[in-house]
């Protein structure tokens, strides 16, 4: 739905929220059902930042970056603003100048479904971003679109106040009423990561520590040779 | 045109192309109107440098470098290499040896539209490069191309004598007649800029800085439960 | 062949192999013919890090691991683990805790077809790793795959034992039988590009270094007042 | 959320749903808003067939088609089958013996966000399908995803029951209660566009057609010369 | 230069440009030197048209199509729009609407760097169509482009009044002045080729037709055995 | 191994490569065990054909065309040329003209991993042809590579002498010595099929017919108000 700005959505419970960046992207994306991840295109542009906060959602016309600016009236402390055009863009459609208002309302960063620019700047002001494309290509003011309305990056689905987790690895989305059983579940799962990590740092096998000898009824342990029979090809080969 | 070397391509002022490094490329491309973007896919194989200089062009045949070794000898203080081939190609036609030889005459850098290897050796003697693929394939050195001809690189022209301006956004080309008033437009730009920067860091709201508040006429403020009766779908989801 | 698990592959001389990452991957490609390179879409995820070690190769199912958790136990000293999907995937197949095993077994390093995850932690901990893909995306660990048999990464079959390289500009494949001769060509190589290197960083022309003179036979060295008068453009342009 | 059947999920007029077919993608995506484009990835493999119908959903695991198995069972007359896999995947879940099931079921066709094969098989039995690719490659049958939950394929979410509508220009979808809606819009844009048609045709101008003129009070309108004289380079070029 | 309308850009010779036609795209590229290529992703959206005509062009803002309109005042018969955005867009601005405006000033064909929609309508009025993409996406109507202004489509710089002759393989554009040569060159290839096909046709080899074995000084003639012997893996394999 | 051309590579059994095209892609595929597809970037140009044969392989330089004329003199009836370049390359190697004398010499068709031109004319005399890329960017003549060497196409090693199949799903290849194993298990799967597609055409069950109902244990089947309930967003959306 075009042409509105929803001014009063429910956000995460920002406390619980906060947590989710002890975890990370990988950790909350498996504690929630291996859902919310926005795919392997949305990049970091610096490196070593990891952020959680709720998502502020603008949808912007193609080449066009109105509602960026329009979306700072409405950033609050602790939000991650999450933009992308209503069709696919790389353009440059956010840089310096819109961080330093956001960065002055407290928000935590950006996540960019169209292209960013500035990222020399970006990284010395410590404003993280993740986005799809980095683009000096700049861009009009004209058409409206909207603020705070569900928006689509990377195939996941995200709703204003939503929370957003982000990594080196990419950025996850974790819905607005399942922020506390998020940060449970992670909980719950850095612990058990943490016994296995010390078996295998001592040398247990990966099947025995994750149980997995079951599933490899299968597999037949062969030689060399007797693969090199079965194949006809053997592995001496010297390439192409 | 192939198989021929321009050996005297007019070059923009040096001295006005040197101050473009100084803006870079958001200000410049801003600052000519949007213009001469290479495009997101040739990118920065180091980090935090910002260089400008005089286009030297080099058209290579796919799969082959024997170009850019003439390109040595044409070679002036001051130029960026522009380097492309005929069609497109990933293969690595650019190494630490050629710059070795680039930066002996004091080239600036280098901009690729194929590939380039190296890339270790290039960061460690500080020869900055933008390249649209890196690459360890290796090329033959047998068939000509051109130098010093007008080459297409993200889809701008670049003539011999151009202006170049790069840095971690990408490349930006100001034509070779352009330079002077490209600088001039840029320095407006920037003590615009760094007047909305002040009060945006201030906290003024970002329309109200750039004047966009009548633009956003259609716009409708609805609350988040307007939206839910008029979607029928609310925010509370809980994703998918 | 799928559902096999080859138990005692022969793998290149561990002395030899050792030696190809003082050279790194461009100079061993030109060394053994240029071949052998996974391509450009194989990137490493750390900076600055050069290795060689023997393949370990793993073939599993698209969005599983299991037959990564299985490869850890046939792990030796000096592996490089190759792993790919039997069909296109950019799921997180690898992270961390993987690498914790891997790291306990003294294996060099991880190459991989698909994706990996836990970037900044594989980064901190040291475990240098080159992929197609970083993603959060995670995997079951179901099906059975293979471990050991000839793969094909980047469109290069890679066999079990051969030696790999990889560095900044991406990962190169010697045959197991042709170690050692990679490593007398790329010495050769290395001595005869250190005499080029002298004398193009004095200045000589890169064309009398290689001897190129005679290939540029059909080229014609123009004025720009001959190019404007053949071409009816000129270098005059503004740009478009 | 993996691992459910919904049973009976609503759905769209079925009445209201055939009408769209008569209008086509453009027509119905014009009609409610431009939205519901599912993007220009998912492509026909047949020419001039127009369809639509109810989706029903289904979610596979990469690599594996056991849930369109599943989701025969679950079709119903009039249902268009909108699949696509928890991670991006190219294989080919989808072919003919799985079409003679649906066909079966008076299912009216397929969208696919992964890739299907035996499309000549498909094209002779007459039934229709949109997808991302076209792959032989097989898959397993093992892993449970999900059906009729809602699913994203090309960046738009689709909820069972909601209304696809597909032809050579790609696949949309309406919402289910909007279906109606759409219908009476998609009409009024006909009936207004048959209108535009019959003066475009005479030859009336596009700009009076559609009330433009008023929107091009920036342009200048110049003679060749003086675009010669501005960007310093005419008209006259030979290409490059 | 945006913000233009050239109203009388010269154009090339309309009887000599109507023969390139004739000839198709891989007879007239060669012919003016292999250049003019717009590149593999430029495709038809219909089989078995060949056209050739003199460009209009038109450049748009990404998501808008304003300029498209203005651009069917602009047009003379003989014309073939070619039309792109201001940065990449997929969107469809293109349709059977505008179409039926061109068709109606006997404009010839359309040659589109964005997106097209309305193709099976297109089809039916026989209006041929080359396109970067497919896309259902819908655009507004509201910021000035520039016509009859140089553009870049698929690499290549394309002036108002150019020749342009497109087939099933694609578009090539020949500059506006070597429109008479590229003709003449293209017979003397047709004649030259025809005389090759009917030797090669006989049976002639295909080295002998075109005088190649001088180039082949450098090729070994051997046998599989002797191949096995030097690659150490012969031809016996099985594959992977 | 490039520079070589293999003067009598053995090829397989040509009464049973000839079967393989009865069978299709799809269905050989499946009986070596999902192996051997080329990936769905090898598309065919044009539509309802099916050949097999077997390969002639041929590694040109990318830009390149040299080798294919040579290996016209290679060319033995019942072959299939299977021809790639040494890096990735979209140029249009292959035309009208080569075709011409590989079907004076019974040649079944072409697979190129670059590209083609002339598709139009291929298409009229019936010479079927699969390609990475449709290009009219025209070669030279005039570097080495290899005939009859091991390529890999689309991840796929290619020997000479293998079985190739190809149809409108793609192209896959047999190895040498599978070929009957692969027609007598294609056999097994056409008549496994036939029953299957009755039963399925009679409305019976697909999990039934595959036997797959034990595989869904860990599926729950619920209502659409259960759904609700658990995710807290229901079925009623209206999309975004």
């Given at each position: 739905?075009?042409n ?38 949305i990049?970091p ?50 840089g ?14 950006l ?43 990377g ?18 989305c ?30 247990d ?36």
């Amino acid at each position: 739905m075009l042409n509105v700005v929803i001014t009063d959505p429910p956000r995460a419970d920002l406390a619980e929220t906060g947590k989710l960046a002890e975890y990370g992207t990988a950790t909350v994306h498996e504690a929630i059902g291996r859902r919310g991840y926005l795919g392997p295109s949305i990049r970091p542009v610096q490196q070593g930042t990891r952020i959680s906060g709720t998502a502020l959602t603008v949808l912007c016309w193609p080449g066009d970056n109105l509602m960026l600016h329009l979306a700072v009236d409405q950033a609050r402390e602790g939000d991650i603003v999450v933009a992308t055009t209503t069709s696919p863009s790389s353009d440059g459609l956010f840089g310096e100048l819109i961080a330093t208002s956001l960065a002055a309302r407290e928000v935590a960063g950006l996540v960019m479904g169209a292209g960013v620019r500035d990222t020399a700047e970006l990284r010395e002001m410590g404003f993280p971003v993740w986005t799809a494309s980095v683009s000096v290509q700049g861009t009009v003011k004209e058409t409206a679109g909207a603020v705070n309305v569900p928006v689509t990056v990377g195939g996941q689905v995200i709703r204003p106040g939503d929370a957003i987790v982000a990594d080196d690895d990419g950025v996850v989305c974790v819905p607005r009423l399942e922020v506390a059983a998020a940060v449970a579940a992670s909980a719950a799962r850095v612990a058990k990561e943490e016994a296995a990590r010390r078996r295998l740092a001592a040398g247990d096998s990966s099947l025995d520590v994750h149980g997995l000898r079951a599933k490899l009824a299968s597999l037949e342990y062969i030689t060399a040779a007797e693969y090199a029979r079965r194949s006809g090809e053997g592995l001496q080969g010297a390439g192409s």
